[in-house]
């Protein structure tokens, strides 16, 4: 068996768990008295503002004249009324009458306590875990773009999640061995016992509240800066992210009026490198570097601010 037929395999093994363990193929859901394609109608009308059936057909991909049918049932049910569209005449807005949104609001509850009885025997980090994976598959087989947001607020726990990027991705990437994780750990401890927010700033870029990458600005008795703890999940390079990430620190410097920047990198980072170089950093050391389990070459490079 192929990969790719592989993948496939086991996205249809799980499109059939959860199509059993949701009751989807039962003919009514919820033990109502409704399918649950009209269900999922009846939500759409009520939380879309002027929905006409054009465009519940392209939102939710449904035959029209399947779909003609459930308004059919809805009008007679006297679970919907229809508004007239002042620009065409033809079109006609879609609304739940009291009983519409009444019905909508009794399956709604129907289908939380489904899902609360589903999880209700899991603990609370295995609930976040599952509602992480879906909100990925959401975003990687939809059209919407993922919600990014960056923070400066250090909160408990944001150190520990980095250490954690910083040991599988540069174990992945680089082939780097435990002691650069603990080298790592070190790097933080040093900087969470004197962390100064007026003179230092850690940007944390998180997607959909999960954190994807950081880089921190670390102030130097001298007057100038470190740029330290630069990394970004794999799954969103090449997504403007690690750039952005980038800018708001230079400009931090300039704006705290530090002389100069300073960085410490390998070898191996030649997409970094590549970035650095770019906004003028200027390598001015290097030295041979064997603690981590591979050998490469240690490198600093210097900004002038």
């Known amino acids: 068996m192929t990969a790719e037929l592989s993948i496939i395999q086991r996205i249809r093994k799980f499109n059939r768990f959860y199509t059993k363990i949701l ?16 269900v999922r109608v009846l939500f759409e009308i009520g939380n879309t503002e002027q929905v006409t059936a054009k465009m519940l057909t392209d939102q939710l991909r449904m035959d029209a004249g399947y779909l003609s049918r459930i308004l059919k049932r809805f009008d007679k049910l006297g679970f919907t009324y229809r508004v007239q569209s002042g620009e065409d005449g033809r079109s006609s807005f879609l609304h739940l009458t009291k009983l519409g949104e009444e019905t909508l609001s009794s399956m709604n509850a129907l289908s939380n306590d489904q899902i609360r009885s589903m999880v209700s025997g899991l603990s609370k980090q295995t609930k976040n875990q599952i509602a992480k994976s879906m909100t990925t598959i959401e975003n990687a087989l939809s059209d919407q773009s993922a ?25 992945r990437d680089c082939g780097y ?30 997607v959909n509240g999960e954190i994807v990458g950081s880089i921190a600005i670390v102030h130097q008795s001298d007057g100038t800066g470190q740029l330290r703890w630069f990394i970004l999940h794999p799954d969103y390079r090449s997504m403007g992210i690690g750039k952005k990430l980038f800018n708001e620190a230079i400009h931090f410097s300039k704006e705290k009026g530090f002389t100069s920047l300073f960085l410490e990198t390998t070898d191996d980072q030649e997409t970094a490198i590549g970035m650095y170089k ?3 950093f200027k390598k001015i050391s290097e030295q041979e570097n064997n603690a981590w389990g591979k050998r490469h070459m240690e490198q600093t490079y210097e900004l002038q601010l």
């Open 147 to 171: 919600e990014l947001s960056i923070r400066t607020d250090l909160q408990p726990g944001d150190a520990g999640m980095l250490i954690h990027m910083h040991g599988w991705i540069y174990a």
């Open 23 to 38: 009751g989807l193929l039962d003919k009514h859901l919820l033990d109502s008295d409704y399918s649950l394609s009209e």
């Open 177 to 206: 061995n435990h002691v650069f994780e603990g080298y790592v750990c070190k790097t933080f401890y040093d900087f969470l016992l004197s962390y100064n927010p007026d003179k230092e700033r850690i940007w944390i870029a998180e």
């Open 278 to 280: 770019k906004a003028g």
